[in-house]
Structures are given as structure tokens and as C-alpha cells.
């Protein structure tokens, strides 16, 4: 039976409700404080650093719009850190989503070991980021790597990888995505929520495999792609340890993720009004991306129980 | 009943989550009263400078000089926390150390608590590229180590925004210090606008390594002291081999530094040329100057052209790819002293250190590292005694089992002016090149990322025109500068 609070109810029940509302507040009052301290506090903070120039030592100078004129017109690196970040975005996200649901219908087996398999490919989303990409540099080293040995012994001679402005980018994808462990386990989670009675009526209706996959189990799982893409999207845009320790922006800028190019700004040359305003624009462009994707999340997301 | 307890049990939640959000706890400095009255007067005046439009005006300002009456505190063992009487003051240092070069650190702290059971010395090390940050956030907190170290380009960044106390008083004060007795060109790179306002730590000009194993191998002569940019040339070729006849070279004649820009200073200083004009406004006419296009253009040669130096493995400032002089697998390495001692003890490796070739002047550069005292600190005498002792006579002689000590005397009774391989390094100071961030606070913003680009596109596309990426490189870092300077 569907309980709906309506307002009539509880004012006639006046203080037992002010008692509830003031256990409730009470309640979340820690997590309330801390959003209040550490995330909307500084953010409000932030907002006002970026009309500002600052470098932590002198007083701060208010500038006005400033840091944004700079940003959108005298900038190319506030460019070409987003073109980075954008073609890095547009190849990963699709790859995760896609590799990761392979992944968790490979692992979705009733097998012997097949646990074994699932905490293989899970693993290397657990190493600690920095640690993971330091073994991937050595991996990537163009004389005595991993890659270009094994490459040679076939024949062909391995590219420069983070040494070459061309393929540094595609090296840190091909890094990024030894996590998509990470991705199979909610698409595995997923897969397993998937009533069994849907695929044997099917079975019983005559459908094969490529059928019964394409009908039942991709329009279940929308729920899971929607979430994974939402956090993916966020996440991937924010890409900062890799491309950090890896290549540091990289040859000639090709690996200047937007993130790194605002820590530069920030802690390298002090910048703290400007960089705060590239982060701004950054919230933004990702707020913007994430309302599409959840507007759009109507037209196909199916959720369990829906008439569609 | 179950309401009261859910209500206690949601308070102890909150008070312990708020305890643990809570400032951290400063130590506690016990100050004899004299002390308080100096502080203030200087606070004061420091903040006043502090106001950036590229050259800091200079404040007079009076520093009344304080008898400090020293308390000997008898048979007190080092405690823990500082004790409840006895006025012990606490100073703090800051470093970038780590590890191993943390030893003699605290060995000078060790010695420096003996001579002066008053003061107690608090090590607070801070490794890699997180120590300026952390530095920073504690200026602006005013919460800065007592005394802090501080690398060669960061001198401008924190001398010019006040962050240190200028030290020419300390010097000819009630602790003077003698600056003649330091090795030339060690306190140059702490002078600021006129004044002296730190000291040197550590230091080393560059020098080239050379593995004698190699040129005892193929007959080929040592790099001598004088030798020039075609002996490099010369002797870099004579050891490029392909042992192997495999087509890939086995031998290189010198490792190079890639695209590291502080290091390619001594490139354009040694074909007499400078990067930036001397007041520190124009880049372009002396980054894209003639000296400094046949500077670049001899060290992309020995990339491109005579194939005398490996390939770089990657062009990441921290993590040092390149490994061939390590492995004995080349003959010369173009560097600073940081890696010696690893190469003393390296069986692929039978060391021999040479000065700089000369190209059209002899010029080297100096890589620099040292202690100031905090603008802020509470404590600036006891500051003061604790930095002379740190960097005059009594610290050298712990620093000269470690680096080359800054005090002359010292380095020459320890016999390192005459040691083969230790002398070079102090020989190389006779003939040093001003830094390039000497002449402007900007440096790394400007002037590094266009220079880095150009290097890189250099060593990366063989066919790139020299001229054309210099010019390009001037025109950037002038653009930057100009936008720096009208802010």
C-alpha cells in the first residue's frame, strides 16, 4: 500500500511532527556540516578567488571578469586542454561502457574458477593510481619496454609512446583502460538482477541468443549504461594522476588534461583567481553534459515495471 | 527512553566528528618576554612591502637588537613534548629532503642542540613536488616553518613576496657571520634586490661525466680541463658505436638533458648569449638571438644530426628515462652532482668528472638550494643562530661528508679542492653565467613552457628550422611577460 505524506496529515499531528523533523535534522546534521565546510563553502569561495587575482602570498586584487576574457580569448592552452580532455572523454567513455559490459557477460558464467577470473580483471582497479601508472611508464618505455620488446620481436618497431606527441594520448588510454574492472562488476551486479523468468519465456517464444541478448538483457541493463555513463562522463573529465606523473602535459601539450592544465595555473605559477575560474568553467561544461545525458535518459532507460 | 538515547548517541557522533575536524595543534613556543617585543615591530614592516608590481619596494625598517640572556638548562634530557618549565625555544625547519639526505640534517641539529641546550630544533620534511605548495598554504596560514629551504628559481616567488626576513642586519649583527669564508658564487643566488636573504644549502654547477672504462676501451683520449664544443663534437663521435653491427647503436658518446630548460642555460651562457635582456622585460632579440639559435641548434645537432646522444625516453622532468650512462652504455653524461655518489659505487661505471666544455666563452650555470628565515617567525634570533651554525663552519662540517660544503676552509682541509673528481666541481664556480630567473619573477611561466616547446619540437621533428622555433619561442614568452608585467 503506496503511503503518500500529505501536508494536511501532518499539521494535525503538530508536535510529534516538529519532533520527527528535529530527529531528522539532527541526523544528518554531520553530513549536513560538512557539506556545508568542505563542499559548498569552498565552492562559494572558489567562485569569488575567480574574480580575483591571487597568489596566495599578496592580498587579493578583485578583477572582475577578467580571468574569463583571458580564458576564452587570449588562452590556447584553455583550448587545447579541452580539445585533450574532450578526445580522451569521447574515446574512453564509450570503451568502458562497452568493454565493461563484455567483460561482465563473459564473467557472467556459471563456470568453475569463473571467480577467479572476475578478481583478475577486477584487480588492477584497485592498485593505488600512482603506483599503477609508474609500472605502465615502464611498460611504455620505448628502448626497453614491455611493448616495443614484444613488438620487436615481431617485427615491427614500437612508436615513441609517451615520448611522441602523437601517441601519448592513446598510451594513456590504453593505461586507462586496464580499469575497467571497475565497470564490470556494477554491470556484473546488474546482469545477475536480471530475472531468470524473462529469458525462459523467451527461450519458450523461440528466441536465440542474439535475440534474447538485444530484447532483454541491453533494455534491463539501461539503468546500469545510464548510471556508468553519468559517472563515467564526470569522472573521465576530471582525469588528473595519469596524465601528472605519467607525462606532466605531455610532448608539445598533447596530453595537457584540463585538470592538470588547472593545478599548473594553481600551484605551479600561482595563479589562484585564474585557475579558480578554469575550474568553474569546468563544473559547468560537466553540469551541462550530465543534464543532456540524464534529459535524454528518457527516451531510453527503461526501468523495471514501466509500460514501454 | 529510546528517544534520549538516540539524541545522546547523534551528539557524541557530532562531537567526535568535529573534534577530529579540528585545527591541528601547533607546538607550543615558550618565548622569554624580550623576544615578543622584536616580533612585532617586524611583522609589521614586512607586510607592508608586500605588494607585487615586479620590483618590491624596500622598506627601512628598525630591528631593535635584543640581548638574549642564555639560560643553561642543566641535565635536562631531549623530552618529548616541551617542557613545563624552563623557557626551551622551539624552532621549526623546513626541507624538501628526504630519506637518505635527511641525515644531515639532523646530524647539524643533533650538534647545534648540544652547543645551545636552550633551543630545540623540529626537522619538517616535506618530499617532492608537494613541498612548495605545502610551503605556500603555510605562509598564507602564517604558519611557516621557522626556517625554511628554498630552491634557486623559487628565490624570486617567495623573496619577492615577502616571505623571508632580510638577513644583512642578522649578518653584521650580535651573531655575525663572515661571508668571506664561502666559495665564490654560493651566495649570489640568495641576494635579492640588493640584500642577502638566504644562504646556501647546496649547490652544484654542471659538469660532465665521463666512464673511463669506455675511452680506456676504444683508445680514445679523457676530456680535459679547457676542452670545447668541437672536442665534445670529437670525442662524442669517436665513442658512438654499433658494437654489434645490428644497425642500432650500442655505444653513445654523451648523454644530454632533453628538453630540461634550467639545464640548457648553460648551452646559450657557453655560446655567449643570455635569454632574457638584463631588466627583464624582453625575451625577444636575446631568446631568438643568433648566440642562442647556433646554442640550439648544436644541441639538437647532436641529437639529429651526429646521432651522438640516445634519443630521450620520455619528456617528463620526474622520470628520468634516460638510464644509458647508468648502464655503462654511454661514454659522457652532461649533468649536475646530484648523481654521483650512486655513480661511484656503480660497477658499469669507472667515474671521471670534467668541467663543461667552452663553446664561445667558458660559462657554466648554478643549481642552488638554501635556508632563509620565515617573516613571520616568532622566534628570528634563535632563528638566526641556528642558520649561521647551519651554513657557516660548524654545519659544513657535517655537510662535507654529504655535498660540497659551502665554507672554502672546509671543503680544502677535507681535500676536496684537490680531489680529482670534487675539485672540478669547485673549480667550475670560478666561472659561472647568471641564472636566467635572476632577472624576472616570471620565469616559470613565462619563459619555461615557450623554451620547453621549443626544445622538444627540435628533438622531436628533425626538419624543424631552428630560427623558426626560437622566433616562435621569443614571441610566446615575450606575450606571456607582457601580460604579466601590465597586471
Same mark, same amino acid.
Not at chain 1, 614484444?150 to 611522441?164: F, K, M, T
Not at chain 2, 672546509?410 to 647568471?434: K, M, N, Q, R, S
Given at each position: 500500500m503506496a503511503v503518500t505524506f500529505r501536508r494536511r496529515t501532518l499539521r494535525r499531528t503538530g508536535s510529534l511532527a516538529r519532533r520527527e523533523a528535529l530527529t531528522f535534522y539532527l541526523l544528518i546534521s554531520p553530513w549536513l556540516l560538512g557539506l556545508l565546510l568542505f563542499v559548498l563553502g569552498p565552492m562559494v569561495a572558489s567562485l569569488v578567488i575567480s574574480f580575483t587575482k591571487w597568489d596566495l602570498l599578496s592580498p587579493a586584487r578583485f578583477v572582475g571578469l577578467d580571468?574569463?576574457?583571458?580564458?576564452?580569448?587570449?588562452?590556447?592552452?584553455?583550448?587545447?586542454?579541452?580539445?585533450?580532455?574532450?578526445?580522451?572523454?569521447?574515446?574512453?567513455?564509450?570503451?568502458?561502457?562497452?568493454?565493461?559490459?563484455? /567483460?561482465?557477460?563473459?564473467?557472467?558464467?556459471?563456470?568453475r574458477?569463473?571467480?577467479?577470473?572476475?578478481?583478475?580483471?577486477? /584487480? *588492477?582497479?584497485?592498485?593505488?593510481?600512482?603506483?599503477?601508472?609508474?609500472? &605502465?611508464?615502464?611498460?611504455?618505455?620505448?628502448?626497453?619496454?614491455?611493448?616495443?620488446?614484444?613488438?620487436?620481436?615481431?617485427?615491427?618497431?614500437?612508436?615513441? &609512446?609517451?615520448? @611522441? *606527441?602523437?601517441?601519448?594520448?592513446?598510451a594513456l588510454l590504453m593505461m586507462s583502460l586496464w580499469g575497467l574492472g571497475r565497470a564490470m562488476i556494477i554491470y556484473l551486479a546488474s546482469l545477475q538482477g536480471i530475472p531468470q523468468h524473462l529469458y525462459e519465456a523467451a527461450s519458450i517464444d523461440g528466441a536465440n541468443r542474439w535475440q534474447s541478448f538485444w530484447k532483454?538483457?541491453?533494455?534491463?541493463?539501461?539503468?546500469?549504461?545510464?548510471?556508468?555513463?553519468?559517472?563515467?562522463?564526470?569522472?573521465?573529465f576530471q582525469t588528473f594522476t595519469s596524465a601528472f606523473v605519467a607525462t606532466n602535459g605531455g610532448p608539445l601539450d598533447s596530453t595537457l588534461f584540463y585538470v592538470l592544465y588547472i593545478f599548473r595555473q594553481g600551484f605551479e605559477y600561482f595563479n589562484m583567481g585564474y585557475a579558480s575560474a578554469l575550474a568553474w568553467v569546468l563544473f559547468l561544461i560537466i553540469l551541462a553534459l550530465t543534464l543532456v545525458i540524464v534529459r535524454s535518459a528518457d527516451r531510453w532507460v527503461y526501468y523495471e515495471g514501466e509500460a514501454r | 527512553m529510546k528517544r534520549s538515547a538516540s539524541v545522546i548517541a547523534?551528539?557524541?557522533?557530532?562531537? /567526535? &566528528?568535529?573534534?577530529?575536524?579540528?585545527?591541528?595543534?601547533?607546538?607550543?613556543?615558550?618565548?622569554?618576554?624580550?623576544?615578543?617585543?622584536?616580533?612585532?615591530?617586524?611583522m609589521e614592516t614586512v607586510r607592508e612591502t608586500v605588494i607585487v608590481e615586479g620590483t618590491p619596494e624596500v622598506v627601512e625598517k628598525e630591528v631593535t637588537k635584543v640581548v638574549v640572556e642564555e639560560k643553561v638548562v642543566t641535565a635536562t634530557p631531549e623530552p618529548e613534548e616541551p617542557p613545563a618549565e624552563g623557557a626551551k625555544t622551539i624552532l621549526r625547519v623546513g626541507t624538501g629532503d628526504s630519506g637518505e639526505g635527511l641525515n644531515p640534517h639532523q646530524e647539524i641539529i643533533a650538534r647545534f642542540e648540544e652547543a645551545n641546550p636552550d633551543i630545540l630544533v623540529q626537522l619538517e620534511a616535506v618530499a617532492g613536488r608537494d613541498y612548495y605548495t605545502r610551503l605556500l598554504t603555510q605562509?598564507?596560514?602564517?604558519?611557516?616553518?621557522?626556517?625554511?629551504?628554498?630552491?634557486?628559481?623559487?628565490? *624570486?616567488?617567495?623573496?619577492?613576496?615577502?616571505?623571508?626576513? !632580510?638577513? @644583512?642586519?642578522?649578518?653584521?649583527?650580535?651573531?655575525?657571520?663572515?661571508?668571506?669564508?664561502?666559495? *665564490?658564487?654560493?651566495?649570489?643566488?640568495?641576494?635579492?634586490?640588493?640584500?642577502? &636573504?638566504? /644562504?646556501?644549502?647546496?649547490?652544484?654547477?654542471?659538469?660532465?661525466?665521463?666512464?673511463?672504462?669506455?675511452f680506456d676501451e676504444y683508445g680514445v683520449e679523457y676530456p680535459q680541463d679547457g676542452w670545447t664544443w668541437e672536442d665534445l663534437l670529437e670525442k662524442a663521435q669517436a665513442l658512438t658505436l654499433d658494437t654489434d653491427d645490428d644497425g642500432n647503436t650500442d655505444i653513445w658518446g654523451i648523454q644530454l638533458t632533453a628538453n630540461w630548460t634550467t639545464g640548457f642555460e648553460y648551452w646559450i651562457a657557453a655560446a655567449g648569449g643570455q635569454l632574457i635582456s638584463d631588466d627583464g622585460t624582453q625575451f625577444l632579440g636575446y631568446m631568438d638571438s643568433p648566440e642562442s639559435i647556433e646554442a640550439v641548434q648544436f644541441?639538437?645537432?647532436?641529437?639529429?644530426?651526429?646521432?651522438?646522444?640516445?634519443? !630521450?625516453?620520455?619528456?617528463?622532468?620526474?622520470?628520468?628515462?634516460?638510464?644509458?650512462?647508468?648502464?655503462?652504455?654511454?661514454?659522457?653524461?652532461?649533468?649536475?652532482?646530484?648523481?654521483?655518489?650512486?655513480?661511484?659505487?656503480?660497477?658499469?661505471?669507472?667515474?671521471?668528472?670534467?668541467?663543461?666544455?667552452a663553446g664561445e666563452e667558458l660559462a657554466n650555470i648554478l643549481f642552488w638550494g638554501g635556508f632563509g628565515i620565515f617573516s613571520g617567525s616568532e622566534n628570528p634570533e634563535a632563528a638566526w643562530r641556528f642558520l649561521k651554525f647551519y651554513v657557516g663552519e660548524e654545519g659544513s662540517e657535517v655537510w662535507k661528508d654529504w655535498a660540497i660544503p659551502p665554507v672554502a676552509s672546509?671543503?680544502?682541509?677535507?681535500? #676536496?679542492?684537490? @680531489?680529482?673528481?670534487?675539485?672540478?666541481?669547485?673549480?667550475?664556480?670560478?666561472? #659561472?653565467?647568471?641564472?636566467?630567473?635572476?632577472?624576472?619573477?616570471?620565469?616559470?611561466?613565462?619563459?619555461?613552457?615557450?623554451?620547453?616547446?621549443? #626544445?622538444?619540437?627540435?628533438?622531436?621533428? !628533425?626538419?624543424?628550422d631552428v630560427t623558426e622555433v626560437m622566433k616562435t619561442a621569443a614571441q610566446e614568452a615575450q606575450a606571456a611577460l607582457d601580460e604579466k608585467l601590465s597586471e
Open positions: 580571468n574569463y576574457e583571458k580564458m576564452f580569448t587570449r588562452d590556447p592552452l584553455f583550448w587545447q586542454s579541452l580539445k585533450v580532455t574532450a578526445i580522451y572523454t569521447l574515446v574512453y567513455v564509450p570503451v568502458e561502457l562497452a568493454g565493461g559490459l563484455v /567483460l561482465a557477460l563473459l564473467m557472467n558464467q556459471k563456470l574458477g569463473i571467480g577467479l577470473f572476475r578478481t583478475i580483471y577486477y /584487480l *588492477p582497479s584497485v592498485l593505488p593510481g600512482v603506483a599503477f601508472v609508474v609500472l &605502465w611508464m615502464w611498460i611504455l618505455h620505448p628502448d626497453v619496454g614491455l611493448i616495443n620488446t614484444l613488438l620487436s620481436y615481431v617485427g615491427i618497431e614500437g612508436p615513441r &609512446w609517451l615520448a @611522441d *606527441p602523437d601517441w601519448a594520448l592513446p532483454i538483457t541491453l533494455p534491463m541493463l539501461t539503468p546500469t549504461i545510464f548510471f556508468n555513463l553519468v559517472l563515467s562522463v564526470i569522472s573521465t | 547523534i551528539l557524541v557522533v557530532v562531537a /567526535l &566528528w568535529i573534534s577530529a575536524c579540528g585545527p591541528t595543534s601547533t607546538p607550543m613556543v615558550i618565548e622569554k618576554e624580550v623576544t615578543k617585543v622584536v616580533t612585532e615591530v617586524v605562509i598564507a596560514a602564517g604558519d611557516a616553518p621557522d626556517i625554511m629551504q628554498v630552491g634557486d628559481d623559487a628565490v *624570486p616567488m617567495f623573496v619577492g613576496r615577502g616571505a623571508f626576513l !632580510p638577513l @644583512d642586519d642578522f649578518i653584521t649583527g650580535d651573531y655575525p657571520l663572515d661571508t668571506s669564508i664561502y666559495l *665564490p658564487g654560493v651566495l649570489e643566488p640568495g641576494q635579492w634586490e640588493g640584500q642577502q &636573504w638566504l /644562504l646556501a644549502k647546496d649547490f652544484t654547477p654542471l659538469g660532465v661525466y665521463y666512464n673511463k672504462a669506455i644541441f639538437a645537432d647532436l641529437y639529429n644530426v651526429y646521432q651522438v646522444a640516445p634519443p !630521450p625516453a620520455d619528456f617528463n622532468l620526474w622520470a628520468g628515462g634516460n638510464a644509458e650512462f647508468d648502464n655503462g652504455k654511454a661514454a659522457m653524461r652532461l649533468f649536475g652532482r646530484w648523481p654521483q655518489a650512486g655513480y661511484k659505487d656503480n660497477p658499469n661505471v669507472d667515474l671521471g668528472v670534467v668541467g663543461v666544455p672546509v671543503a680544502e682541509e677535507a681535500g #676536496l679542492t684537490e @680531489d680529482p673528481i670534487e675539485g672540478v666541481w669547485i673549480a667550475e664556480l670560478d666561472h #659561472l653565467a647568471p641564472r636566467a630567473y635572476v632577472f624576472t619573477p616570471y620565469w616559470g611561466e613565462t619563459a619555461d613552457p615557450a623554451l620547453r616547446k621549443a #626544445l622538444e619540437t627540435v628533438l622531436i621533428d !628533425p626538419e624543424a
